[in-house]
T-cell receptor, first 115, second 111 residues
Framework: DGGITQSPKYLFRKEGQNVTLSCEQNLNHDAMYWYRQDPGQGLRLIYYSQIVNDFQKGDIAEGYSVSREKKESFPLTVTSAQKNPTAFYLC??????????????FGPGTRLLVL | AQSVTQLGSHVSVSEGALVLLRCNYSSSVPPYLFWYVQYPNQGLQLLLKYTSAATLVKGINGFEAEFKKSETSFHLTKPSAHMSDAAEYFCAVSQGGKLIFGQGTELSVKP
């Protein structure tokens, strides 16, 4: 079955630690996205990538980093510079980059908690 | 910049009653609009989308939404609520291939 997988489902971060959230898709989609979800704030865009080896900052990129070395993978690293990382993180992809009418397909999410 | 406003962070209806979730957008050009549903601790699932083909859009699970340009609205409705409709609903507008989301509306369904 085609889809988007995110791992782990739950992740715990200690003070000063960097952690990496995995996002993989086998849909052959060009564009991939990372969102952060906090209660009552909807989804906010962290980073997005429209093509391999290229990515752009979203609205809340500070304290996060990404890479896009392969079309199917878009990992997100939450660095120690992100002082309030506790949130639900969602990865999404869309078939064609830049086409506004394209549906974004979402993974099941990773919940990040701070110890 | 485009924005989306969902009126009411929490809506409660009785089973069998009409569901109405409100969404207003700001856009200087004809928008692409989306409604997504999220069940607890899960990702988002597309309910329906407006891409200018027809103003009344039908989606999954009996939901539909009407695009009203004069009111800059894209409200989501369902004639008869079911217990399984309890979830959080997000309206979104497309901007440069990215989605701008509203704050979400949590729908509760009472038996």
């Amino acid at each position: 079955d085609g889809g988007i997988t995110q791992s782990p489902k739950y992740l715990f971060r200690k003070e000063g630690q960097n952690v990496t959230l995995s996002c993989e898709q086998n849909l052959n989609h060009d564009a991939m996205y990372w969102y952060r979800q906090d209660p009552g704030q909807g989804l906010r865009l962290i980073y997005y990538s429209q093509i391999v080896n290229d990515f752009q900052k979203g609205d809340i990129a500070e304290g996060y980093s990404v890479s896009r070395e392969k079309k199917e993978s878009f990992p997100l690293t939450v660095t120690s510079a992100q002082k309030n990382p506790t949130a639900f993180y969602l990865c999404a992809s869309t078939p064609v980059a830049g086409e506004g009418q394209e549906t974004q397909y979402f993974g099941p999410g990773t919940r990040l908690l701070v110890l | 910049a485009q924005s989306v406003t969902q009126l009411g962070s929490h809506v409660s209806v009785s089973e069998g009653a009409l569901v109405l979730l409100r969404c207003n957008y700001s856009s200087s050009v004809p928008p692409y609009l989306f409604w997504y549903v999220q069940y607890p601790n899960q990702g988002l699932q597309l309910l329906l989308k407006y891409t200018s083909a027809a103003t009344l859009v039908k989606g999954i699970n009996g939901f539909e939404a009407e695009f009203k340009k004069s009111e800059t609205s894209f409200h989501l409705t369902k004639p008869s609520a079911h217990m399984s409709d309890a979830a959080e609903y997000f309206c979104a507008v497309s901007q440069g291939g990215k989605l701008i989301f509203g704050q979400g509306t949590e729908l509760s369904v009472k038996p």
